[in-house]
């Protein structure tokens, strides 16, 4: 099978704008799409899809993935038999098997491929990229794969790429409240911030939320590398999933409500570090 | 004031014995007693104590640094005035405080100096210190901080670095709660436990934890690195602490009865990636 050239991308969000320029960068040929009409370059996804050997799909959740593909003017019917529709957004590792079952049988192929990194790792290349589906279909996504970003794991059959991905995400949500409740006491306590955050960087407690979040929390500053609301909302699919496999998440259960009262509170937009709101 | 050359260590463990043994190594004459009789070089923190310019000490918890100081046959009695006495344990703020003011009262003088980094850490000389007291007091013992540590912070006043670790080390707590819950549904889902730490170690999950204790979780090895029943004391400790400055720790207090509930069914001095077993 030959190489890809003509990528559909369709959701050029926060993470999809970089993701998709990236690609033109490495010399695919991108016709994008996204919902805000003031800013796609085409008028419906059919569209962006027309001719495309690869479509990828780059939205908040599954409800937007099959507007995308099966909704009027979707997707799906405007790819050639044979193409590869990958959807990088993070959903339902249930929907993502449905919507593959569904891309089969109108014969086109299929991977989920969520991504950790936000923003700063969409625009520099470096995304994380867990891909779930089949060996034989990551082969043919590798070069565009390669040039959004730096770690490429095949984790397994469909679905397990969507389930790591919840439940890094997850344990990137607990992270956050656990430093938001240390922010919160060195405050009060009087703690040097920059002191703080020293020790923390050398600590037991390190973590990626804290090299990220640390310095946002004390500052207050919650402009959105990845949204409060899509944190949110995966710590549901996490808490959702993990119970269908007979587990109850304790933390996971307990931070949902406290993500879900900051953005009650006006910052579903803000970044998720805005969680220190409602600690 | 001329730099310290005898330094008396008491509290020859897991994390004393390898910051001694790199004492020497940076050349101070050092005499060791730890509560084990048959593994104490003296028979008393008094005896160690003698002609020392500097008492470090490296014990679980208040009560142990409190006998080693003044209990009988202690430590600070036959420390020449003058001489400064270092606490490296993890204790409450105000144990710290007042342990220092005792030693004031007696012509001495204190630092608190609680590390992060665990046994391969204290091994290394690469420790994380975080220094809580007087700055002057700091540089005299700035030679021996180097010996074990290589991030050397002068969090604040006395009660700081002892608030600065349990902090950290109450999120480390959580961190590898985080983990464990997701190592259940990954271990039930049949994701890859290889591929799953891979992805992780590149997503918003990552952390110390993550790549201290995951592979330890999915083999079900819990060689001692930190004791767990030692993390579960910081828990407390930092609980305490922060309701002192009027917060309630909601993680923090979740995840207490599970550390409890790991070292009451037999784990209390394996590692505290034990912590899965309870969850």
Known sequence: MESPRKVAFCGLGIMGAPMAENLERAG?????????ASRS????????????????TMVPDSPEVESVLFGPDGAAAALAPGALVIDMSTIAPGAARSIGERLEGEGLAFLEAPVSGSR???????????????AADLE???????????RIVHVGPRGHGQLAKLLTNTMGAIHAVALAESVVVARRAGLDPEAFLEVAAGSAG?????????????????????????????????????????????????????????AAAGHAESDFAAVVTAV
């Open 28 to 36: 695919f040929e991108v016709s994008g799409w996204t919902r805000t």
């Open 41 to 56: 370059p085409t008028s419906t996804p059919a569209d962006a899809a027309e001719g495309a050997d690869v479509l990828v």
């Open 120 to 134: 700063p790792k969409a625009e520099d290349g470096t995304l994380t990229i867990m891909v779930g589906g089949a």
């Open 140 to 150: 043919r996504a590798r070069p565009l794969f390669e040039a959004m970003g730096e």
């Open 206 to 262: 390190n973590s990626t939320v804290l090299g990220l979040k640390g310095r946002p929390m004390f500052d207050e500053r919650y402009e959105p590398l990845f949204k409060l609301e899509h944190m949110l909302k995966d710590v549901r699919h996490c808490i959702a999933e993990a119970r269908a496999q007979g587990v109850e998440l304790r933390l996971a259960t307990m931070v949902e409500p406290i993500y879900a009262a900051a």
